[in-house]
Nanobody, 123 residues
Framework: QVQLVESGGGSVHTGDSLRLSCKAS????????GGWFRQRPGEEYELIAG????????YHADSVRGRFTISRDNGKNTLYLQMNSLKAEDTAVYYC????????????????WGQGTQVTVSS
């Protein structure tokens, strides 16, 4: 049974940093693409960062590029999202996801999802 468990969310102020973690069980991130999605209030899910299973290619949405960085630790089977210079518009529920390596890591069709972690940024 696949489980993705996010942690690291919270309430911070504009300009602060947070690091989200996503611990996987039942699959190995070294064999799956990893992605971070977010859902802002009243909006659709948005793929904001992706990492291919080879840990070679990354994708960051325009809205977060230069501020957020996706990475992973194979030994801990954990995916990370380092978020710097947070803005109020980054307030959202953040989800970790995994997709089979046969799919492109930038495709939003991720198969396995975590339960989500809330990030709230206030000025």
């Amino acid at each position: 049974q696949v489980q993705l468990v996010e942690s690291g969310g919270g309430s911070v102020h504009t300009g602060d940093s947070l690091r989200l973690s996503c611990k996987a069980s039942g699959l190995f991130f070294s064999q799956y693409n990893g992605g971070w999605f977010r859902q802002r209030p009243g909006e659709e899910y948005e793929l904001i960062a992706g990492l291919d299973w080879l840990d070679v290619n990354t994708y960051h949405a325009d809205s977060v590029r230069g501020r957020f960085t996706i990475s992973r630790d194979n030994g801990k089977n954990t995916l990370y999202l380092q978020m710097n210079s947070l803005k109020a518009e980054d307030t959202a529920v953040y989800y970790c996801a995994a997709s089979p390596s046969v799919r492109h890591f930038q495709s939003p069709a991720y198969e396995y999802w975590g339960q989500g972690t809330q990030v709230t940024v206030s000025s």
